[in-house]
């Protein structure tokens, strides 16, 4: 089984910036796609932005320039670095990690952790 520990959510004002952390664990055998997924009170989850094993990236339109994806092969862990927030970007925000455990290839999602900005 992989387990997936997120930290770092809390409250920032507009303009400040915080970081999250995703760290997978478990019977893992190899990762592949990394990512950050976000769902607002009565909105769909959207993809916020997400990493492959080789170090392409890919990002919301809304979060370009603002947010930087980044991993830690080594330690199975995906980290969001979020800039310039806006109290558009609150919601709750989960990681989704693509990764083979021996027989099969699954995707896991973490809790979810809250952000939120005021204005």
């Known amino acids: 089984q992989v387990q997936l520990v997120e930290s770092g959510g809390g409250l920032v004002q507009a303009g400040g910036s915080l970081r999250l952390s995703c760290a997978a664990s478990?019977?893992?055998?190899?990762?592949?796609?990394m990512g950050w997924y976000r769902q607002a009170p009565g909105k769909q989850r959207e993809l916020v932005a997400d990493?492959?094993?080789?170090?392409?990236?890919d990002y919301a339109d809304s979060v370009k320039g603002r947010f930087t994806i980044s991993r830690d092969n080594a330690k199975n862990t995906v980290f969001l670095q979020m800039n310039s927030l806006k109290p558009e970007d609150t919601a709750v925000y989960y990681c989704?990690?693509?990764?083979?455990?021996?027989?099969?290839?699954?995707?896991?999602w973490g809790q979810g952790t809250q952000v939120t900005v005021s204005s």
């Open positions: 989704n990690v693509d990764a083979y455990t021996v027989p099969l290839r699954k995707v896991f």
């Open positions: 478990g019977s893992i055998f190899r990762v592949y796609d």
């Open positions: 990493i492959t094993n080789g170090g392409s990236t």
